[in-house]
């Protein structure tokens, strides 16, 4: 099998195109980020969710309909029969009582008792050593080994919906990251290195860009597309990296990327760290993991019911999973240690002035197209 | 029987039609029978009727009807219009765009900006109105004052329907959409008449003239100067006739002339099944396909046009216009600071010294066009670089050959093309011809299929050393180079200009083909003054032989 | 008129000559009386005649397809396991050559230019095929003289071409072909009410205006002009027709039912074979339905141009190219990838025939009232042999036509059964072709 790794592949006529900056020995990469949601995993469900008891959308379904005031056998009868529709969702929407008024669960979910969904109790879940003291709550990192603090997916990792391997993506998370990649600005990173073919340090910058991802004819996101950075500082982070052994890894620091509904409207993670592989067709994956606010979290699991998570359910469990920043007043913790899958596809990068700052560094070899002659269809 | 005589009568009258058209290949699975005559009219293409609609009408009609599928001939799909026929689907599509067309101008919108009276009464017939705007919209359309008599049927039939319907506009839009049926619209005539100044011969009258000349210049129908030049006799004179051209040359509607001229000698019609396979190409995207085109057309407008440039420079040019879908597809940076969501703009774009990537050749409106969906064919470019921009044919491969000697591809020394065409080279029964291709492609083959860069294929370096008619070169750049220097580039532009503004392709051995393609050389080959030369040449009003038969139509 | 055609008894003259029968006509030009009562048994008026062809591309493959054995019991070759169901109703012909004549051969074209037409020539000519001459005798009075559609994408993809006007343009789009069909100008012929529209008749009568502009045209135009003034008023008098028959009620069709209209809105490029048999089915049931709703007596089909651009999915090389460059399987005596793609258009083939089979026109099925004529462009393609070309038909023609034979006449003209067919079919010639590839007698035993 022919081995290309595009770290050592020479940048093809791209890096000679007109109007890129060429630094007399460092070379600047470019990427915007393709896929962006929780890092799963969910090879392992009989150990991770002995319980089995969170079951799917008909489930909680029932499980809210109990709980104002339905039978367990009325309460199945509605949510399997698809009744649950108009007044009487309505009326489960708007469950929550404050100062005497119903008021919708999804803005007041404090109000909703706890329905205790289950948790995660298996070994493993991707992420890093976030410095959390609690050592039982640590997870087991299939990848290095290392313990890892990730108690975000021991809160959702039991709901079905956020059980995707991936390539797939979580099904909300899908949903949402999908309807912003049509309409809304991307991320973009550049990676700056003296040699990418040697271990070495690296610079890694995180921005804004001003327009929206572009998709390719197979759907995917496409490579090699120019985006312009936006200038604002809002979004612009530097993080200085370490390239090793083919992985990038970065020297924790807090990291603020704005997005927009109906994704997250911020990637907000405190003491971020990362480590990222180049795969051989160009394409960035990695985690990144950090402290993020279990409200921003919860926010855009509330602010699209539906679609797939009991929503109040997996707020309850982060914000008891939350392992971070009490609050001083309530001694609530504020924030949960996070894992986020990312996968990022070669780009230029220019600035709104017009230099090229970033190449998009294609493998010089695509695939080989041969036919089978007993390969299906 | 009826159907006895039908076949019999047609099978004789088969036999009687002469068998060959004039002696080039053709490209298409073939379309039109032979004749006895030479053809002198041609079907309108799709785009001259939408242009005439603009024109006449003004761009806020929409047509979104189909057309009968143009066929190439002698290199040009506007040769192949002068035979093609009008086919019963074909008049289907016609009738449905004559009346969704004529259905629009009546409508409230437009009714009072492009019809100049109105009805006395809206419910009836207005036979006066109906006059007004039937005589002046089907001088327009057919290209030609209106006889009495047919302005006098389509008043009668306004009439008619507006009495049926008890509408005006009604009535109106039946007439109009009769006249857009009529073959007086879908068929520019070349019509005679005796020529004042040679006794005994005769002449293209003033309104076939004043068709080719703005069918050639503009792709448009004559617009109301020009008739007037036809109708006062200006356009017979070699002084009124010049005063014609230069205005045409110096309108903006020349660009129109230039991009539909070279859409069609660079064989654009190819785009309607142009497609690549999404999972090996998946920056291909359909957006692309219609930024192909525009990107080459804008380029060589810019060039030949705007700039007054060198035609051979088009193939040699580090200047272009890129949209960032295209930028992507060709692996460039592009700054381009339009606002999220809005369209894509055009960008001057160009190359550094030595790119490889400089002249259209390297567009995907060559590399990509004349290449299957699933992997790059060099065959393939080097027959279209032949046909379309040398004029020479490339015979078709023989029958019976042994392929005994080919390998397949999956053979693991086989991974270039290069590689796989070997056996094309060194087989006397294929090399004859493939020589004649495959050296052309081979040097563009750093050009994926879908017009990506490249320097490998399958994991192996890519050898791009090629040969042009006896220049050797490594590479695209020398390619082009080549190209540039070789006299029949400059030679084949200006045939085919003469073919398309004619009708008729010159021999090889033409006396006015030669001095024009000498003018040209001598006008450092500035395409514009091609257009001048051969719009001033005799070549371009002749009068063939066969006209000598006809009953010419008294003014 | 009806486009049912009243037929006599013929009488024939039957020889063996070199192991196969052989007819000589007399000169009276009547096709062979059935006797199988093709007509309704409510009206006794007979049943349409109706004809389609099917044409794919790049042949059955580069082993010995042909069966061994000629007549009734013959082994189906393995390509063709699809159509083993039918195999009662359909027959194979193979042996049959094009003759060149000192012509060159226009590779992936000659071949059909001699099979479809009959006649061989250096140019790309491509006059009166088969089903134009077919139609002549049956689709003059149905609404559409003939309806013809490609799968892959270019309406240039077509080999049917009157003897006047040359080739037709084929349909790319289902979707708009549902419309042309059963959109708004389709008359149900089982509708109960049948009201004539008012506005239908008065277009007839404002197209017969620019009729009016026939005269005043001609007598400008040179011989050329006027041939192709002559093919737009032929044109503009089949679309005539058509008000014409919007105008008149037309006779129930039992076996008419009117198709759903079709869900794709978006349809995109062909590139795969997949894809081009996909857009098949569509037509085909499109097809179907026209033909059962006496919209058409004559159909064509085309999978897609003879050097195929198409694709196995994953594959990046085309069949064209295939047939060319892969290896014949030491083992299995065949190309593999290439027989995939003729296992697909076979299957294709089977489905198209196996619908019109399941339409019940009285005790019969749609399929045994009429021709169904598939052809390719090469036998074997790999040397653009124009030899031993594979014909398959199905139906008997409403009894015309024997069918679950194989004949194989090697070395024979494969003009030949082109005559039969169109005898078949009513057209009275008791000839056809030019040069080496002109035949006079028919191929006897198929006859009913």
């Not at chain 1, 298996?122 to 992420?127: F, I, L, R, T």
């Not at chain 2, 920056?283 to 990107?295: K, L, S």
């Not at chain 3, 013809?148 to 071409?161: L, Q």
């Amino acid at each position: 099998m022919k081995n290309v790794t595009a770290l050592l592949a020479s940048a093809p006529f791209a890096a000679l195109a007109v109007g890129v900056t060429a630094p007399a020995h460092a070379e600047t990469r470019g990427y915007v980020i393709s896929w962006f949601g929780t890092a799963t995993h969910v090879t392992d469900f009989k150990n991770s969710c002995p319980q089995n008891k969170n079951g799917g959308g008909a489930e909680w379904l029932i499980r809210d309909l109990i709980s104002i005031g339905y039978s367990k056998a009325q309460a199945v009868k509605l949510a399997e029969g698809g009744e649950v529709a108009g007044p009487l969702r309505e009326k489960l929407a708007k469950r929550a009582v404050v100062n005497g008024k119903n008021v919708s669960i999804y803005n007041y979910p404090d109000a909703v008792p706890d329905p205790d969904i289950e948790t995660v109790s298996g070994k493993y879940a991707y992420g890093f050593d976030l410095g959390g003291k609690n050592e039982a709550a640590k997870f087991i990192d299939p990848d290095t080994g290392g313990k890892v603090d990730n108690q975000l997916w021991r809160a959702i990792g039991c709901t079905a919906s956020f059980r995707a391997e991936p390539p797939a993506m979580p099904f909300p998370e899908e949903v949402s990251w999908n309807a912003m990649v049509e309409t809304s600005p991307g991320w973009s990173m550049m990676i700056t290195a003296d040699d990418f073919t040697k271990d070495g340090k690296v610079t890694i910058t995180l921005d804004r860009v001003t327009q929206h991802l572009e998709r390719d004819a197979a759907g995917n996101i496409m490579s090699s597309a120019s985006y312009v950075i936006d200038p604002s500082p809002k979004s612009h982070n530097v993080l200085k990296g370490e390239l090793k052994g083919g992985v990038i890894t970065i020297e924790p620091q807090d990291i603020y990327l704005q997005a927009e509904m109906p994704f997250y409207p911020e990637m907000a993670l405190r003491n971020a760290h990362m480590r990222i592989t180049v795969k051989p067709d160009g394409q960035l994956v990695g985690y990144w993991g950090g402290y993020f606010s279990r409200e921003r979290f919860s926010y855009m699991i509330t602010s699209r019911p539906g679609h797939g998570g009991d929503s109040i359910g997996i707020y309850h469990a982060v914000k008891k999973m939350a392992d971070a920043s009490p609050d001083p007043k309530t001694g609530q913790n504020e924030e949960i240690s996070s894992t986020w899958r990312m996968e990022a596809v070669p780009a230029f990068l220019t600035t709104v002035d017009g230099k090229i700052v970033a190449n998009a560094v294609m493998p010089a070899a695509a695939p080989a197209q041969v036919a089978a002659a007993d390969s299906a269809n | 029987m009826k159907a006895r005589s039908n076949i019999a009568g047609a099978v004789a009258a088969a036999a009687l039609l002469s068998a060959s058209l004039a002696s080039v290949q053709t490209q298409a699975a073939s379309s039109a029978p032979t004749s006895s005559g030479e053809p002198l009219s041609w079907r309108l293409g799709p785009s001259q009727y939408r242009q005439t609609i603009a024109e006449v009408f003004g761009p806020s009609i929409s047509i979104t009807g189909r057309f009968d599928p143009e066929y190439r001939q002698d290199g040009l799909l506007t040769i192949g219009a002068r035979t093609a026929s009008i086919s019963s689907s074909g008049i289907e599509r016609y009738d449905e765009l004559a009346e969704n067309v004529a259905a629009q101008i009546v409508d409230r919108r437009h009714r009072d900006t492009l019809i100049p009276c109105k009805p006395q009464t809206p419910a009836a017939n207005d036979d006066a109105c109906a006059r007004q705007f039937l005589s002046a919209a089907g001088r327009l359309l057919y290209r030609r004052a209106l006889a009495e008599e047919e302005i006098s049927l389509s008043v009668r039939i306004a009439g008619e329907v507006a009495k049926a319907k008890q509408d005006f506009y009604t009535g109106l839009a039946a007439a109009l959409s009769n006249m857009l049926l009529s073959p007086n619209f879908l068929y520019v005539y070349k019509t005679f008449e005796p020529d004042p100044d040679e006794k005994g011969k005769l002449r293209l009258d003033g309104y076939s003239k004043a068709s080719v000349l703005s069918f050639f210049l503009w792709n448009a129908p004559p617009d109301d100067s020009l008739l007037s030049a036809a109708e006062n006799g200006e356009i017979h004179t070699q002084k009124g006739l010049k005063r014609q051209v230069d205005r045409m040359l110096a309108s903006p509607s020349l660009e129109h002339g230039v991009r539909a001229f070279f859409a069609d000698m660079l064989g654009f019609s190819e785009f309607e099944t142009l497609a690549k396979d999404p999972t090996f190409y998946p920056r291909f995207t359909p957006r692309v396909i219609d930024q192909a085109q525009e990107q080459t057309l804008r380029t060589i407008v810019d060039l030949l046009v705007v700039r007054q440039g060198d035609y051979r420079d088009l193939y040699t040019t580090p200047d272009t216009f890129l949209t960032r879908s295209l930028a992507a597809l060709y692996g460039v940076p592009i700054v381009d600071t339009t606002d999220n969501g809005q369209p894509e703009r055009w960008i001057p774009y160009k190359y550094g010294a030595d790119d490889p990537r400089a002249g259209i050749l390297s567009h995907a409106s060559f590399v990509a066009l004349h290449s299957p969906s699933g992997r790059s064919s060099p065959t393939d470019r080097g027959k279209a670089l032949r046909e379309y921009l040398l004029c020479q044919a490339v015979p078709s491969p023989p029958a019976d050959v042994s392929f005994a000697v080919v390998q397949d591809t999956n053979h693991p020394v086989h991974k270039t093309a290069r590689e796989r065409l070997s056996a094309h080279a060194t087989d006397a029964a294929c090399s004859g011809c493939h020589k004649i291709t495959d050296p052309i492609g081979l040097a563009l083959e750093n050009f994926d299929t879908a017009g990506g860069y490249r320097t490998t294929e399958n994991g192996a370096p890519i050898d791009t050393s090629g040969e042009l008619n006896g220049t050797r070169f490594d590479g695209p750049v020398g390619l082009t180079k080549a190209l540039h220097d070789d006299p029949a580039l400059t030679a084949c532009v200006a045939t085919r200009a003469i073919a398309y503004a004619s009708g008729r392709t010159p021999g090889r051995s033409d006396a006015e083909l030669k001095r024009i393609q000498a003018e040209f050389g001598k006008k450092k080959y500035n395409f514009v003054e091609l257009l001048r030369e051969v719009s001033l040449s005799d070549a371009l009003f002749k009068v063939p032989p066969s006209a000598a038969q006809l009953v010419t139509a008294a003014q | 008129m009806k486009s049912g055609r009243q037929i006599t008894r013929r009488r024939l003259l039957r020889g063996m000559l070199a192991g196969s029968a052989v007819t000589v006509g007399l000169p009276i030009l009547d096709c062979v009386l059935n006797t199988n009562g093709t007509a309704f048994a409510s009206t006794g008026s007979p049943l349409p005649a109706r004809f389609a062809t099917w044409y794919w591309p790049l042949g059955l493959g580069e082993d010995d397809w042909a069966p061994k054995v000629s007549g009734a019991n013959y082994a189906l070759p393995p390509q063709m396991a699809p159509l083993k169901p039918l195999k009662e109703k359909l027959n194979f012909f193979t042996g049959g050559q094009v003759f060149l004549d000192g012509q060159s051969n226009n590779v992936h074209f000659t071949g059909l230019q001699g099979l479809m037409t009959g006649k061989v020539a250096n140019s790309r000519e491509y006059l009166g095929s088969i089903d134009a001459l077919i139609s002549e005798v049956i689709g003059r009075g149905s609404r559409f003289r003939s309806i013809e559609v490609a799968c892959a994408g270019s309406p240039r993809d077509c080999w049917s071409a009157r003897v006047d006007s040359g080739v037709q343009p084929a349909e790319i789009s289902p979707v708009a072909l549902y419309s042309r069909i059963f959109g708004a100008e389709f008359k149900d012929p089982n509708a109960a009410e049948f009201t004539p529209d008012p506005d239908v008749m008065l277009k007839k009568s404002v197209l017969s205006g620019i009729t009016e502009e026939r005269q005043s045209l001609m007598k400008r135009l040179g011989t050329a002009d006027r041939e192709k003034l002559d093919n737009y008023f032929t044109s503009l008098r089949e679309l005539e027709q058509k008000l014409q028959i919007q105008l008149q009620k037309p006779e129930p069709l039992p076996s008419c039912t009117i198709p759903q209209p079709l869900s794709v809105d978006k349809e995109p490029a062909v590139t795969l074979a997949t894809e081009a048999i996909d857009r098949a089915n569509l037509f085909g049931g499109l097809l179907a339905h026209a033909l059962a709703c006496g919209q058409t007596n004559v159909t064509n089909l085309a999978i897609s141009r003879p050097q195929s651009g198409l694709r196995k999915n994953g594959d990046a090389t085309a069949h064209h190219t295939h047939t060319h460059e892969e290896q014949i399987d030491a083992n299995l005596g065949y190309q593999p990838v290439c027989r995939w793609f003729a296992d697909q258009y076979m299957s294709a083939l089977a489905q198209f025939a196996t619908r019109l089979n399941s339409i019940k026109e009285g005790d019969r099925t749609l399929l045994d009232s009429m021709v169904l004529f598939a052809f390719t462009d090469h036998g074997a393609p790999r040397l653009h042999s124009v030899r031993n070309y594979p014909i398959i038909t199905f139906g008997s023609g409403g009894g015309r036509i024997k069918t679950g034979m194989h004949i194989g006449r090697p070395g024979d003209q494969v003009t030949r059964v082109g005559l039969t067919i169109q005898q078949a079919m009513g057209v009275q010639t008791s000839s056809w072709g030019v040069g080496s590839n002109r035949v006079t007698s028919p191929i006897s035993e198929v006859f009913a």
